[in-house]
């Protein structure tokens, strides 16, 4: 087994500075500027594009500078841990000064999950903040993986990608019930949708219509996802708030991607076509522009929320208990 002692990474990061800040001490340069506002740990599959997560990585460090350490489980095979560091750099427009970040590369092999906290814990940068983003979904149904999460304030994942819907809501309720402050990038991709809901009901008008019983349809391409789970949730929950009860539908039947609420006399509709948001109220329509995000958008929007999301926290649990209901 080879594990490389926290000690040498850092000392090889110390190095690491001494060789960058000499590069940048040439006569037609300003220096260079360390920069770090948290820890940031990647956990990912060794077949994950390095090319891909090297770009997300680069457009997050100008606004979230952090000191990544990237783990790649490498799958089976002997327990081994492999490491190297390196600088992330840019240049502010106008400047000569160039910003850097550190970066810990770590190769792990599934059998030394166990090992990780004791190189990682070290690294992590003290008084900062320390988020976690798990790209391995599988990493989520792993024996070690609370042992990973403790290892952070905060806890990202992306459910989207697993199969189970309603088993993934379940799971990551009891994670949060259990003092786990988690992000999942299924609910950031809701973040416009939620936006436009509210904005319908800025209207006081509108709000005062939205008496007695609802009714909330959900579909996301025919399918149970988390999603779905979070929408129909959250809109109950904002309706519940305003002395309104609601059903919630998931629908199935249809590929569409679509909200509908119905109370009373009022009607609306959310539908995603072709890379706009239509919306439809009363009958009358109209259109915004939705981009599908890229990760580089979704964990910009998580790595500004350090510490806890109330209102996800809020329609997790509410999702959780709507989830039974959709088995």
Same mark, same amino acid.
Not at 37 to 64: C, F, K, R
Not at 186 to 204: G, K
């Given at each position: 087994?080879?594990?490389?002692?926290?000690?040498?990474?850092?000392?090889?990061?110390?190095?690491?500075?001494?060789?960058?800040?000499?590069?940048?001490?040439?006569?037609?340069?300003?220096?260079?500027?360390?920069?770090?506002?948290?820890?940031?740990? *990647?956990?990912?599959? &060794?077949?994950?594009?390095?090319?891909?997560?090297?770009?997300?990585? $680069?457009?997050?460090?100008?606004? &979230?500078?952090?000191?990544?350490? *990237?783990?790649?489980?490498?799958?089976?095979?002997?327990?081994?841990?492999?490491?190297?560091?390196?600088?992330?750099?840019?240049?502010?427009?106008?400047?000569?000064?160039?910003?850097?970040?550190?970066?810990?590369?770590?190769?792990?092999?599934?059998?030394?999950?166990?090992?990780?906290?004791? =190189?990682?814990?070290?690294?992590?940068?003290?008084?900062?903040?320390?988020?976690?983003?798990?790209?391995?979904?599988?990493?989520?149904?792993?024996?070690?993986?609370?042992?990973?999460?403790?290892?952070? &304030?905060? *806890?990202?994942?992306?459910?989207?990608?697993?199969?189970?819907?309603?088993?993934?809501?379940?799971?990551?309720?009891?994670?949060? $019930?259990?003092?786990?402050?988690?992000?999942?990038?299924?609910?950031?991709?809701?973040?416009?949708?939620?936006?436009?809901?509210?904005?319908?009901?800025?209207?006081?008008?509108?709000?005062?219509?939205?008496?007695?019983?609802?009714?909330?349809?959900?579909?996301?391409?025919?399918?149970?996802?988390?999603?779905?789970?979070?929408?129909?949730?959250?809109?109950?929950?904002?309706?519940?708030?305003?002395?309104?009860?609601?059903?919630?539908?998931?629908?199935?039947?249809?590929?569409?991607?679509?909200?509908?609420?119905?109370?009373?006399?009022?009607?609306?509709?959310?539908?995603?076509?072709?890379? &706009?948001?239509?919306?439809? =109220?009363?009958?009358?329509?109209?259109?915004?522009?939705?981009?599908?995000?890229?990760?580089?958008?979704?964990?910009?929007?998580?790595?500004?929320? =350090?510490?806890?999301?109330?209102?996800?926290?809020?329609?997790?649990?509410? $999702?959780?208990?709507?989830?039974?209901?959709?088995?």
């Amino acid at each position: 087994m080879t594990v490389a002692p926290p000690e040498k990474i850092l000392k090889d990061l110390a190095d690491l500075w001494a060789t960058t800040g000499k590069q940048g001490a040439g006569e037609a340069a300003e220096g260079v500027l360390r920069a770090c506002t948290m820890t940031l740990i *990647v956990i990912t599959e &060794h077949s994950d594009n390095p090319v891909g997560l090297g770009e997300t990585i $680069a457009a997050l460090m100008p606004e &979230h500078p952090a000191r990544m350490i *990237v783990i790649r489980l490498t799958g089976a095979g002997e327990r081994s841990i492999a490491e190297s560091v390196r600088a992330q750099c840019w240049m502010p427009f106008g400047q000569r000064r160039q910003i850097c970040c550190e970066q810990v590369e770590i190769a792990c092999a599934d059998a030394s999950l166990g090992d990780v906290p004791g =190189v990682v814990l070290p690294l992590e940068v003290s008084d900062l903040p320390v988020i976690l983003w798990c790209r391995d979904a599988r990493l989520l149904g792993m024996a070690e993986f609370p042992a990973l999460a403790a290892m952070a &304030h905060r *806890v990202v994942v992306d459910s989207g990608a697993l199969a189970d819907a309603p088993a993934a809501v379940r799971r990551l309720a009891s994670e949060a $019930a259990g003092g786990m402050s988690l992000g999942d990038l299924a609910w950031t991709r809701l973040t416009r949708w939620r936006q436009t809901i509210e904005q319908l009901f800025e209207d006081p008008r509108q709000a005062a219509r939205l008496k007695g019983d609802a009714r909330i349809t959900v579909c996301d391409a025919g399918a149970v996802t988390t999603r779905a789970l979070y929408m129909g949730a959250w809109m109950a929950d904002a309706l519940a708030s305003i002395g309104a009860g609601a059903a919630v539908t998931i629908r199935t039947s249809a590929r569409e991607t679509f909200v509908e609420l119905a109370c009373g006399d009022f009607d609306a509709r959310l539908e995603r076509r072709d890379g &706009h948001l239509t919306v439809t =109220v009363d009958g009358l329509a109209h259109c915004v522009l939705l981009p599908m995000p890229d990760d580089y958008t979704l964990l910009r929007e998580e790595l500004g929320i =350090v510490r806890g999301d109330p209102v996800f926290e809020s329609a997790l649990a509410s $999702a959780a208990r709507f989830a039974y209901a959709t088995d």
